[in-house]
């Protein structure tokens, strides 16, 4: 299955990677959806935490468990998978991941699809943004243009993806011929619909995953197991 992913790897022109929580997950940064690894939805509740709705609710339980997850990520490390991923200059990461680990690795070209844990922006999108110092986040506060809340710089259920983020996710996933699906539940939409988008350009799939997903149905190559250890031997020269 190395070999054969090698192969594709080889033979491709323009790879994209789209990656998940799983890539971080080696790095120690909880996933999602998995009972196994603490998944973030398994302890708390996704309508309380990432919606708009939970955050005008409770404004400061929302914005603190951001930050809390703001310091966890000063303490952890990019992992092998990142770093195959940056080693690689040609390719264009897509990800759905918040944290900066890709960025830290070293890659140069990544699409954050659902926002960056390393900016505030105003609630009320009254376009004011501020970056945030991750290692020591500062406390809820107000926005200084317009006075409504501030709040992380991240896409919630039932809010658009960044437009231009988007847009350049789309063109290149169709412009690809080969997609990596790196760590993800391939659950979540629109941006699970890229590897469909990227397989009706006449893309080849390959999933790394220790798990079904999604992306399953979809795949060329299935490759079972963890990214850290999948995806240098795949990458590497
Ligand atoms: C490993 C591993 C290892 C473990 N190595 N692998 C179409 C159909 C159905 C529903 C919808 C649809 N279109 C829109 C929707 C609604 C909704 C949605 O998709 N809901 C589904 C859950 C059903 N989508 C939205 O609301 C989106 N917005 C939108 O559509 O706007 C349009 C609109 C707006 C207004 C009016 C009208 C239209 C926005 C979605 C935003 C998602 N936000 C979150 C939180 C972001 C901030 C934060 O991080 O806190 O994004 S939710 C969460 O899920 C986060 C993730 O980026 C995202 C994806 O999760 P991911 O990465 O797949 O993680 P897991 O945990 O699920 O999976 C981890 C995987 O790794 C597993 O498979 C493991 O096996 C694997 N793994 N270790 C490799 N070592």
């Known amino acids: 299955m190395i070999d054969a992913a090698r192969e594709l790897v080889r033979n491709a022109e323009q790879i994209v990677a789209f990656s998940g929580a799983g890539l971080s997950a080696e790095s120690g940064v909880p996933t999602f959806r998995d009972k196994d690894t603490q998944g973030f939805w398994v302890e708390y509740d996704p309508q309380k935490l990432a919606t708009a709705e939970g955050f005008m609710a409770d404004p400061q339980l929302v914005y603190d468990w951001y930050n809390d997850r703001r310091r966890n990520i000063t303490g952890v490390h990019p992992n092998p998978a990142h770093r195959a991923l940056a080693a690689r200059p040609d390719i264009v990461n897509v990800t759905q991941n918040i944290d900066d680990l890709l960025h830290r690795a070293g890659a140069e070209r990544v699409l954050q699809l659902h926002g960056t844990l390393a900016v ?38 039932g809010e658009m993806l960044p437009l231009d983020v988007w847009q350049e996710a789309e063109v290149v996933s169709q412009a690809c011929d080969l997609m990596l699906v790196v760590g993800t539940a391939a659950e979540v939409y629109p941006a699970a619909g890229l590897i469909g988008l990227a397989r009706a350009g006449g893309a080849k799939i390959i999933v790394i995953n220790p798990n079904p997903s999604g992306a399953s149905a979809l795949a060329d190559l299935e490759l079972t197991g963890k990214a850290g250890e999948l995806l240098p031997p795949i990458l590497e020269p």
């Open 120 to 157: 505030d922006r105003c609630q009320a999108e009254c376009g004011h943004r501020e970056a945030v110092e991750l290692a020591d986040p500062p406390p809820l506060r107000a926005c200084p243009r317009c006075g409504a809340m501030l709040r992380p710089d991240v896409v919630w259920f």
